[in-house]
Structures are given as structure tokens and as C-alpha cells.
């Protein structure tokens, strides 16, 4: 994905002082900051501000070029690996056929019909239909404009029909179109002007009556909504960046002329969300293959750690037996030297002893469980130490 340039500090040096610095890492392929920071870096100096807006007699003069060997790399985007743009293509048979929808509503799809309905005995909420979580087109408007909508939405939806793509009402109550196998919700949306409603005028007082607080400036603000009359097509979909997702009425083309636009942008999306899923999918797996070495390296490292406590742990106890059997000699010695009333009582002490020092040598037990190089590290272990971890022998 990324590609590399490199210049001797000689020859990026008479590039600076050839062109403007904008021009020249337009040239290159990376920002003019970039190019900056990396000749200050080598030691390159650079025009003044304002240099090459002068004529060529007030610029600066060129200095030396720095006595420097070596390279200077640029790293760059390759856009050559990059997928093809999905964008809307103008040139598809749908987008270029012309798809006009009908003055009046006749013979309606299943689903507009279902949603027609639905619409005619909806309450408002917020200045919309609220169709009381029935499963119906997700069709976000006032009421007056039910019939231009059924209209819009049965026009696409036999349209898109005809061209192989599906339409159903999924479980979550959203719209989802089917195309190239990619689904996709949609919806249909009105712009609504909102206003806020002045709280009413506090009634009058009566003479000689008692003041009484009014409680109507502390309730919620209300608002009245009004029809624009303004409708969105919108697609609810994660797409690469720049795919359009919107179509809205204008002055000059309202959606009943952009209906093959539409169905080609769905098509388009449907593309998109394919190239964006699959580059996700191949950035999950490099992330698992990232972090399946990376837990195989904390692996390695925490058997080390292990063995080598391990290791620590029976060199001092064996160290600590073997002093206590030189301290057990050194005891025998000195009875030679000077020998109690009673030797026999100095018998079991001794036999006592080395069987304690016994206790602490690592080497009176299995060698096999010694010398072993398995570990058996714990279920949960995931390669992320908390804390500071305990110095050992050896550096890390």
C-alpha cells in the first residue's frame, strides 16, 4: 500500500531551490510539511517565506549545499493498489435509462400497499406518522404528502424488481433492499420546519385575590412541526468514504426525476459495502495473526520465566541444604576435637539434621521433574503483565 522515493541530500537540495516547496511535494507525492521537516532534518536550508513570489533579482541567493552524504526517503501512498473507486457509475444501464414515476398510484406493490394502510390511520409524533411499531416502510413524513410517497416508494421498488433487486420489511421494522447479494437499509425522509411555541400568558389577577405561583413557565418547551415538503432518500449503510448515501428534492430535479440515479447509487453502494467488508475482514485477520504472534511470543517468554524461577528455586535449596550438611561436618569435626560426657546423645541430633537437610535438596527427588523442560501455563493467561514484574538472575 505504501511505496518509497529517495534523493541523495545533493539532489533534494537543488530541487528546494529549483520550484516552490508546494510544487515540488506535489511532485513527490507527500505534503509540503513533510518535505520541510525532512530537509531541516538532513540539514538542508530552505527559501525564506515570500521567496519565489519575488522576481528572480530580489530572491535570495542559493547558498552551498551541505557537505552531507546520505539519502533522504519519502514515504508515500501507492494508489495503484488501491480498489477502484465505487462511486455511482453513469455509464450503468440503469443510470443511463430513464425511469419516470406515474402521475397517480395504480395497482401498488405489496409492500406500498401495506404501508398506505398503516399511513391513513397514523397518529403524529413529533410531526411525523407514527405507525405504532407495525412493520411497514420506513417512511419518515407528514401527512400530506402520503400519496407522493406511495407513488416515490412504488416506483422503486418495481423498478428495482425488474433489475434483480428485492425488497422486505425485516424484523427491526427497517426497509432492506437486496442488491448483488449486499443488503442495505433505506428510508424515505421529510425535512420538517420546527418551531418553538411561546408558553401562554400567565391569567390575569383578580383584585384582592391571593398571588399564586405559575407553574406553566416551568413545564417542557413545546413545538409545532410544519411540512416542507422536502423529501430524502437516504441509505443507512457503512460504506467506504465518499459513496453517496443522499438523494433530496431540489428546485430544479425532485426525486421523481432521480429515481434512476437512486437505483444506480444502490447498486454502487452495494459494491462499496462489499469492498468495505472484505477490507475489514482482511484487517481482522491480519489483527488475529498479529495478536496469535504476539501471544505466541508472551508464550515463549512466560515458559522462559518459569524455568528459569524454577531454576533459581532449586539452586537455593540446594545451596541452603548444602550448608546445612557443611554446618552438620563441621559439627562432626569439632566433636572429634572435643567430645561430650555422652556421645550417643549427640547420635540422633545428627541423624536428625541430615534428614532435614535431605528435606531441602531438590536432588533426593524425581530428577525427572527437575530437568523438565513443560510448562503448563494457565487457561487465562493472555500475555499482558500487570504491575511490576519481579527482577530475576538474568536481564530482560
Known amino acids: 500500500m505504501y511505496t518509497f522515493v529517495s534523493f541523495t541530500v545533493a539532489e533534494l537540495f537543488e530541487k528546494v531551490w529549483q520550484m516552490p516547496m508546494v510544487k515540488l511535494a506535489h511532485e513527490i507525492g507527500v505534503s509540503d510539511v513533510a518535505v520541510a521537516k525532512a530537509c531541516r532534518k538532513a540539514g538542508i536550508p530552505l527559501p525564506g517565506r515570500g521567496h519565489w513570489a519575488k522576481s528572480e533579482k530580489q530572491r535570495q541567493r542559493q547558498p552551498k549545499p551541505p557537505q552531507v552524504e546520505g ?194 447509487g444502490l447498486s454502487s453502494a452495494s459494491v462499496s459495502i462489499k469492498v468495505l467488508r472484505e477490507k475489514e475482514e482482511a484487517r481482522d485477520r491480519e489483527w488475529a495473526e498479529d495478536e496469535r504472534r504476539r501471544l505466541e511470543r508472551a508464550r515463549t517468554s512466560e515458559t522462559q520465566r518459569h524455568l528459569r524461577r524454577s531454576l533459581v528455586k532449586h539452586t537455593e535449596q540446594w545451596e541452603r541444604a548444602e550448608r546445612l550438611r557443611a554446618f552438620i561436618k563441621a559439627v562432626e569435626d569439632r566433636l572429634k576435637i572435643a567430645p561430650l560426657a555422652d556421645p550417643e546423645m549427640v547420635q540422633p541430633w545428627i541423624d536428625w539434621a541430615r534428614k532435614q537437610a535431605d528435606l531441602l535438596d531438590p536432588l533426593q527427588e524425581s530428577l525427572a521433574l527437575i530437568t523438565t523442560l513443560d510448562v503448563q501455563l494457565e487457561n487465562w493467561f493472555s500475555g499482558s503483565h500487570y504491575g511490576q514484574v519481579e527482577k530475576g538472575w538474568w536481564p530482560e
Open 71 to 264: 539519502k533522504v526517503r519519502f514515504q508515500m501512498l501507492d494508489r495503484d493498489t488501491l480498489p477502484a473507486k465505487t462511486g455511482t457509475d453513469l455509464n450503468s444501464p440503469v443510470a443511463q435509462r430513464t425511469i419516470d414515476a406515474p402521475s397517480q398510484l395504480t395497482e401498488p406493490h405489496a409492500l406500498v400497499s401495506q404501508w398506505l394502510k398503516s399511513a391513513k390511520t397514523s397518529k403524529f409524533k413529533d410531526g411525523y406518522l407514527d405507525y405504532a411499531g407495525k412493520r411497514v416502510l420506513n417512511v419518515m413524513i407528514s401527512s400530506t404528502l402520503i400519496e407522493r410517497c406511495a407513488i416515490l416508494f412504488d416506483a422503486l421498488i418495481k423498478e428495482g424488481e425488474a433489475e434483480g433487486y428485492s425488497w422486505k420489511i425485516n424484523a427491526e421494522g427497517k426497509t432492506i433492499t437486496t442488491v448483488n447479494g449486499e443488503t442495505m437499509a433505506v428510508r424515505l425522509i421529510e425535512r420538517l420546519d420546527k418551531r418553538a411555541l411561546p408558553p401562554p400568558p400567565p391569567p390575569k389577577r383578580r383584585p384582592g385575590a391571593p398571588w399564586e405561583p405559575n407553574f406553566m413557565s416551568l413545564r417542557s418547551p413545546q413545538f409545532e412541526w410544519t411540512s416542507t415538503g422536502e423529501l430524502t432518500f437516504q441509505i443507512e449503510a457503512r460504506m467506504d468514504y465518499g459513496e453517496r448515501k443522499n438523494w433530496k428534492d431540489t428546485k430544479t430535479a425532485p426525486l421523481e426525476k432521480k429515481l434512476s440515479s437512486i437505483l444506480a
